[in-house]
């Protein structure tokens, strides 16, 4: 039984992350690959049911899973980030909401013939959508910060309610059959609001623990750990499903009290979250049975589906957000994203049996009809929302944009030669002074420290998937690249040669790729910019060659990057040599007189005024 329950753990955890990155590296929705993945493995070939497998540890590890997940994305739930938008998102997620539980009910009755009472239980639960399936989403996806942020608010506040929306439509039902008296009907309120402040009190006691320094930078995590499961277990002790509403609430708590070190945790959150994510849509869908594949076809379940596609959601979000200042396209994207996941899936099983209990036979197919609204979410909505965002011109960008942190005469004619090949581009600095360069070449600019908090919610960075630090100071440009490892990678992070010390005496983990060569310190290329060097753009084509660039080229220029003919940026690093096909376009920092001006009609001057 040992070897089996851990081969079955090895094996889900391994396919959870294989799917990771074959999605990534087929740029395709983690989420529907590890579905698909788990049905293979589990229904479709037999190789393993882990619900089998791991007996009554199945459902426990489940659920904690779902709380670690849940908290993890409730620590990115800062009111500082929502300013702008909360009447759209709180009309969103309460009339929203509300409006989805009616219409999804009246779905399930008379569409997928259920009795009212299991109706209306189970339209509760599908108001959800979840940080399981809407995070690696959005991750993917790559939108624009406003419907990004409602999306991800939606997803993770929504998620316990829709679990209490359930267990109240169940407590209301044996109410009014006469099954429970009323001051039991009021425990569930009781209980709810119990939940909701147990997670408040924990969440503050522990983020003045980590404030006054009572607890040391290494035990931060675990204790953070461990604090989540007593208060989800605790809460889900008391009143069944109001675990959720307890984890969520200690990390909203949390994330509002701006602890210095939450970042930290946060990070090593999100890859656990990653972890978890993974294994569990392996485990669940695995552990489905044939029967349940077979029961999905069923006409009154495939109609009952696309009501929700295509008439719930849509109708729940245009009328909730009438009068707020959402845009057409904004409401049609979140009109239509809304998957549904593992609190979905875990929390209709629970359902589906005590409903049979309480004698609603009807309620054997809420399995069925819930896997088929996921698995259909899941798959539509993951693949459609790239394809929908970029029709509706909602994803942040389409070209490789470029933040700059440092202003100076240098940076100021770097970003305006992206900016001149239809790329988003800003120099962030904090001293207003030192951006007069951009701004007098009327490059975008911030005045702000790209490292502060202010900066994090008042600065949209999605636009730029690649950084360059090319400050005065050096450490600072390392520091900036490490902060950015995260939400960016490595691969994305750019840095000026050091001026004062070795490259080599940075850790290989500190810092960014260093730019252009080792001796084109931030000094040297705005003194050279100074001076009157200019940056070029060069046409490679058939009949002019990279290797004949190179010859001509003045031996003092500076190489700074490639525009791929496939619009691919490329910078030029110590640690990577390029090359130019024919299409491409080389761009230089080039002495302002040179023969190739003449040798060579592809060249492109940029005059800057000095």
Known sequence: ??????????????????????????????????????????????????????????SPLISLAVAIILFEGSL????????????????????????????????????????????????????????????????????????????????????????????????????????????????FFAGSIFSGGLGWLFGWILGK?????????????????????????????????????????????MANMHIASINDMRHFKENISVLLVSSIFVMLTASLNSS????????????????MLFVVRPLSV???????????????????????????????????????????????????????????????????IGWVAKKLKLVATEKPGVLIVGGNAFTAELAL?????????LVVD???????????????????????????????????????????????NALICSNFVVELGRDALYQTASSNISENEYHPSIGGKTLFNSSANIYDLTELVLKGFVIRKTNITEQYDYNQYLDARAKESTLLYIIRADGTLKFFTTKMELSANPGDLVVSLTPPTHIQETNNPSVKRMNFEK
């Open 1 to 58: 039984m040992l070897d089996s329950m851990l081969f079955v753990l090895m094996f889900v955890v391994v396919l959870g992350i294989f799917s990771q990155w074959l999605a990534w590296r087929i740029r395709m929705p983690a989420i529907v690959l590890m579905s698909i993945v788990g049905l293979l493995v589990g229904p479709i070939l037999g190789l393993i049911n882990p619900q089998e497998s791991l007996g009554e540890l199945f």
């Open 76 to 187: 990115n739930l800062d009111f500082r980030e929502v300013r702008s938008f909360s009447k759209p998102l709180t009309r969103i997620v309460t009339l929203g909401a509300f409006i989805a539980w009616i219409a999804g009910s009246l779905a399930a009755h008379y569409i997928a013939g259920l009795s009212v009472a299991v109706a209306f239980v189970i339209g509760g639960l599908f108001i959800v959508t979840g940080p399981t399936v809407i995070l690696p989403l959005l991750r993917q996806a790559k939108l624009k910060s406003r419907p990004a942020a409602i999306l991800k608010w939606e997803g993770i506040v929504v998620d316990p309610f829709g679990a209490l929306l359930a267990v109240f439509a169940f407590e209301a039902i044996k109410f009014i059959n006469g099954d429970e008296s009323f001051t039991s009907f009021l425990l």
């Open 209 to 253: 623990m980590f404030e006054k320094g009572q607890i040391p930078e290494y035990l931060k995590a675990p204790v953070v750990f461990a604090v989540v499961l007593l208060v989800f277990v605790f809460s889900d002790v008391i009143m069944h499903e109001t675990g959720l509403l307890a984890v969520t609430a200690m990390g909203i708590t």
């Open 292 to 307: 349940i594949l077979l029961e999905i076809f069923n006409p009154q379940i495939v109609l009952f589906v696309l009501a």
């Open 318 to 384: 245009w009328l909730s957000t009438i009068g707020t200042d959402l845009m057409n396209n904004e409401k049609i994207l979140i009109g239509w994203i809304a998957p549904r996941g593992i609190v979905a899936l875990t929390v209709s099983g629970y359902f589906a049996t005590v409903l049979q209990e309480s004698g609603y036979e009807d309620a054997e197919m809420l399995t069925a009809l819930t896997f088929a609204l996921v698995f259909a979410t899941v798959i539509f909505h993951g693949l459609s």
């Open 417 to 425: 030669s992206l900016l001149n090949e239809k790329m988003d581009v």
């Open 430 to 476: 904090n001293s207003w002074e030192q951006l007069r360069y951009a701004r007098k070449l009327g490059v975008p600019t911030y005045a702000g420290d790209i490292l502060s908090e202010q900066t994090e919610y008042s600065l949209d960075l999605a636009p730029f998937p690649k950084m360059i630090a090319a400050t005065e100071m050096d450490a600072y």
